[in-house]
């Protein structure tokens, strides 16, 4: 399993300076996503079909 440490993450720009929301990074297998109050905490990684999946029921309104 690939270390997170060099990866980039981004945050939403919709955040501003807060920093409480998540934040993502992309994988040559897919995503991660991890709590951006806790950086060196777990990060969940998910498949590129998974990752598809996911944010296509969010902009769906599915987890709503």
């Known amino acids: 399993m690939r270390d997170l440490n060099d ?3 981004k945050k939403s720009s919709q955040s501003g300076a807060y920093n409480n ?3 993502v990074a992309a ?3 897919g995503r991660a996503v991890r709590d951006s109050k806790n950086p060196t905490g777990p990060a969940l990684r998910c ?3 998974g ?3 996911f944010t ?3 902009k769906s309104g599915e987890f709503d």
């Open 47 to 49: 498949t590129t079909p």
């Open 27 to 29: 994988l040559d297998s």
């Open 56 to 58: 296509a029921g969010v």
């Open 7 to 9: 990866v980039r993450w």
């Open 51 to 53: 990752w598809s999946a």
């Open 21 to 23: 929301c998540v934040e």
